[in-house]
Structures are given as structure tokens and as C-alpha cells.
């Protein structure tokens, strides 16, 4: 492998003004500009790493800062240094004796964690020149392992545990990649409904997505019960009950509030409530989950889940869909940590995406597991939302539906140059020209 040297590091804060048409509005979440804390990670070589995280707009920049304070950790390591002892290197990103303090592994300083870190694996995998769902999957058992720190987790599943997960599906990953590479991975969609478009457009969207191919539609819910009823009642007609249906409501409610909401739209067979209160509240998930379980309707959740420690007890006690999110906890590390967990516990993963490259990144987690651990896409999808790729030189390809697997080198997350000049807040030319929030 080449051993490059970390020498710089280059944090932009990327905005996209999503708000105007009401694109990714939520219960929740009324007024989304799409955005990203966006990190390029400079060597003494050619090679660069490319990674972010995704914000909503106003505090990115906040992002921004702490990454800046994190790669102080990292600087003038090589490549050889980290990649070879990617555990310990990713617990000193977490664990800095001052920095933790104002984590310690969530909020904004896990953010940046994430964003730095989905930068590095960027870099590993272009320095090897695969994407990396290949690098993972080409991976050793005992080497993926070794990228993980099971600290606080081993209660749940050791590392001789996960490595005999892997070891035991060794047999079928040729074919399993084979299968990838020719069908694809299942997609489902949320772009037909985001809260703030009209009936006509929620409707109108339905129709091209099933044109599409697409067999899964999540919308958003919880803003109001009439409203919800009138939607569901529409989205029905439209795709049918031989396609499924997801409603989200992004934390909206109260437990009993979304026990109760909920019932009232147990006509039409969501096949799961997503975020139903708190993403804090695993208690509450539970209380929710058992009420609504003779209805067949499962809890998802996990996009905003701060770490694995809270995503064991979730997973645990709370989810029957784990959500996990590319950007919102540390990297891909501690996400092999919780794709190990739910193997473990039997809990499929069905990963959110849609902000700005959470799609492009996701793909190579969910692909890897597909191949080398679940090895199964049932109850599993990835969600997909169709806005931002076009900024990406590497964007995802969905074919009929389904993901269908990166090609290039890096992890999909190297914007190109002129979204930049454009978007960069706020010296972008869109945002010199756009009164600025």
C-alpha cells in the first residue's frame, strides 16, 4: 500500500436552499436547506480523501469548526500508521481527553467525527483503487474487525464473535457479489412525501416512482391527523396495497400520542412508523412498539441515534427496522460495530439516506453487509431520495429501483468543483447573490 502523509485539511461549509420548494420538510423539520460540513483531506502525494456529514443549514458552521480542532489528531500520521491500527485511531478521534467533553460521541463533535473519518476510508479506498463496498468486502475477516472499537458493546457481540459471522458467509461472497453486480440493491423512495407538497404533487410523484419501478414509498406524517388520514387514503389508491407503505414522523409525538395516532392509520398497513418520539427515548420506542405489534406495524428508527452504546440498548429493546445514517454517528467504523449488533439480535438494517451524500455513502455499507454478513436483502432497503447527486462526480446509479453498485474508487463522496464555486456558504456565487439565513 502507499504510505501517504497526512499534511492538511481543507472544511467547507456546503448549502443547498431546499427550503424554497419545500423539499425533505418534516413534521419536525419545516424549512431543510440541505447541506453538508465538507471535508478534503490533503497527503504528500496525489492522493486526496474526500467526506462530510450532513447538516440542515444554519450551524453548519459550528460543524465546520470541530472538524478542524479534530484533525489536529491526525495530522502528519500516514496512512500505513492509521490503517493498519484504525481502532485505536478512530477511539483518539472520540476520546481526546478535552474534546470528549463536549460529546463525548454525539452532537456536533461526533458529526465531525464522522465527517473526518468517512474522509479517511475515501482515501483508503482510492489509495487502493476500489469503492468501498469492494475494500470492505475484499477485506480479511480479522482485518474488517480490526477497524472496530467494541468498546462498551462486547456485552452484545465480541470480536471473535463478529469474526466467525464473516468467516461463516466467506463460502457465498463470490456469488453474493456476483448477484450484486448484475441485480442491484432494493430502493425504496421518500421523495414523494416530504410534508410540505401539495396533494397534487404527493399523488403526481407516486405515479412517476411506480413508473420507476420503485415497490416501496415512505411518507411523512404527524403535523396533522386529517391530513395524514386524507394522504394515506390518496398514496393507497395510487400504488395499492401490494406495495408498501412507510410513514415517518420525525419525533413529533408523545408516546401515547403515537400510540393513539397511530391506530388511526392502521387501515392502510404501514409496514412501519419511523421515529415515532424521541430518538432518545428507548423506553418510549418499546412502550410504542409493543402496543402497536398486533397490528403488524414495526418501529423504526436510528438516523439519529448518537452512537453504538445507544444503538445496543435500541436495538435491544426498541427497533424492529435499524436506520443507521452514514453521517450521524463515527464513520464507518462504528457503523460495522452496529450492522454486527443487529446481526446478532436478529433486527434487519434498512439504512436512511436522502441528505446530501448520505445516499452515495449508505450504498457501500448496505452492499457490503448484503455480501459478506446478512447476505439476504429481505425487510432490507435502502432508502432513496432524488435530489444532490447531480453535485457528485461519482453520484448513485438506481436502475428500476435498485441500487445498483459503484464502480469507482472512494466511498462516492468527492463533490465536484463548480457545486463549490456555487454553493460554499456564504461566498458562493448562489449565496452572494441570495440573502443569506
Sequence with gaps: MIDAKIIDIEVQ????????????????????????AYVTIKTNTEYEGYGLTFTLGRGTEIVVLACKSLFKIIKNHTTKEIYTNFASVWRKLTCDTQLRWIGPEKGVIHLATAAIVNALWDLWARIEGKPVWKLLTDMSPEQ?????????????????EAIEMLEKNTVHKKIKELMLRENGFPA???????????????????????????????????????????????????????????LDANQVWEVEQAIEWMKK?????????????????????????????????????????ANRVIFKQFLMFGLDFCQIDSARIGGINEILAVYFMAKKLKVPVCP??????????????????????????????????DQQHEHFENSVHVRNAYYMPPLSSGYSTKLKNECIVEYAYPEGNYWKSHETK
Design 13 to 36: 461549509d456546503i448549502r443547498f436552499p431546499t427550503s424554497l420548494q419545500h423539499h425533505g420538510s418534516d413534521a419536525m423539520h419545516t424549512d431543510p436547506d440541505y447541506s453538508c
Design 188 to 246: 425504496y423512495t421518500t421523495q414523494v412525501g416530504w410534508l410540505g407538497y401539495s396533494d397534487q404533487q404527493v399523488e403526481d410523484l407516486c405515479k412517476s416512482f411506480l413508473d420507476r419501478g420503485f415497490q416501496a414509498f415512505k411518507i411523512k406524517v404527524g403535523q396533522n391527523l386529517d391530513d395524514d388520514i386524507r394522504r394515506c387514503e390518496m398514496i393507497r389508491k395510487v400504488i395499492g396495497y401490494e406495495n408498501k407503505l412507510m
Design 265 to 305: 392509520l392502521t387501515k392502510y398497513k404501514p409496514l412501519w412508523i419511523e421515529e415515532p418520539t424521541s430518538p432518545d427515548d428507548i423506553f418510549g420506542h418499546s412502550q410504542i412498539k409493543d402496543a402497536l405489534k398486533n397490528y403488524n406495524i414495526g418501529i423504526a428508527s436510528g438516523e439519529m441515534c
Design 144 to 160: 474488517l474487525v480490526s477497524t472496530i472499537d467494541f468498546r462498551y458493546i462486547r456485552d452484545i457481540v465480541t470480536e471473535q
Design 352 to 385: 436512511h439516506a436522502g441528505g446530501v451524500g448520505l445516499c452515495e455513502m449508505v450504498q457501500h455499507l448496505q452492499m457490503w453487509d448484503y455480501i459478506c454478513l446478512s447476505q439476504t436483502t429481505e425487510n432490507r432497503m435502502i432508502e432513496y431520495v
